[in-house]
């Protein structure tokens, strides 16, 4: 199975959050030099909100929680993006806690178990829907709309078991379902191709808060959730 590295770990404080008439972000993270703890951070709203101690997030009603509890982004998406804009982009510019290289984070599936060198084990959740705060970011217009159809998401994780991790550890990947569902096929049916919706719940590994939406939508379409 796949092998990769981290090459930085990135963590954001709060600051005003322009995108916004009021709040703070935490979207501004920044590589460290020293190991990150993570663990699982509880419910979204009411928890510890980022699985990274020292994190800050601001949007806690769309971001953080068990489901998303560490935030990663892969150095050769990043590499796409930077050609397609023409300029160079530092690691954690997107807000994510881990900058890999080497793992296939559009490829990633749902449910499979990223184990670290400490015994940190993360899983990959779902892909990232980007919102204002990130295309204010980014200073482009539209960017919401082509990070989605672009579907080079990043994966959000899960935190099986906590502890720590460091720029330079490897990853790898040691445990893979046999469902097959990527992170960017599901990021596609879910925001583009609501036809097949019931492919999603082959994912016992989905958010439970995706899972009851997803069937509610199909409930709503078939008259019961597949």
Known sequence: MSI??????????????????????????????????????????????????????GDVEHHGGDDQAVYAYAREDYAWWESELGRELPNGLFGENLTTEGLDLVGAVIGERWTFPSGVVLQPTFGRIPCATFQHRMGEQRWTKWFALANRTGAYLRILEPGEIRAGDRVEVTERPGHGLTVAEAFDIYMHDPSRLSRLLVADSLPPSARREIEERLSRTTGTAR
């Not at 930085?8 to 020293?34: F, L, Y």
Request: proline share 9%; glycine share 16%; net charge positive.
């Open 4 to 57: 990769g590295i981290v090459l930085t770990v990135n963590v954001g404080s709060a600051e005003p959050n322009p995108a916004k008439a009021v709040g703070v972000t935490g979207i501004g993270k920044r590589p460290i030099d020293h190991a990150i703890t993570v663990r699982p951070p509880g419910e979204k709203t009411t928890g510890l909100h980022s699985g990274v101690v020292g994190d800050y997030i």
